[in-house]
């Protein structure tokens, strides 16, 4: 179990951005899960940009992928972006709902970040 990971969440209107740092494993696959259900409903897009990710083991990133049924009957756009957006990306939508792409991060891209721990506390910020 890793302990070295963190999301920050940033949300813009209709957009949610999630900057995933450090190692991806099953208790990882499980908070961003639990993110993405906690916005699903106020939110189009999330990006999900994984440029800060070191390790993506095979067992976190095949829950996330599995469990992405929870999503279902949300429209939703997930985006992946940075090196690692591959890897930690779905090959195809599970649902007809969901809309699944991967792009490059561009370098001048940031994002202003909120954290969020595993308690997911309820710190966001609309803009």
Do not use: W
Not at 12 to 41: M, P, W
């Amino acid at each position: 179990m890793t302990t070295n990971f963190r999301i920050f969440v940033h949300r813009n209107g209709e957009n949610l951005h999630l900057k995933l740092i450090g190692n991806f494993d099953g208790t990882s696959a499980h908070e961003l899960l639990s993110v993405l259900r906690r916005y699903c409903n106020r939110i189009s897009r999330v990006f999900i940009h994984t440029s800060c990710l070191r390790d993506i083991h095979a067992f976190g990133r095949n829950v996330f992928q599995a469990n992405l049924d929870v999503l279902n009957g949300q429209s939703l756009t997930l985006v992946f972006t940075g090196e690692n957006a591959s890897k930690l990306a779905p090959k195809k939508a599970m649902f007809s709902d969901l809309i699944i792409s991967t792009v490059p991060l561009v370098e001048s891209e940031t994002i202003t970040p909120v954290q969020i721990h595993c308690g997911l506390s309820d710190h966001n910020q609309d803009r």
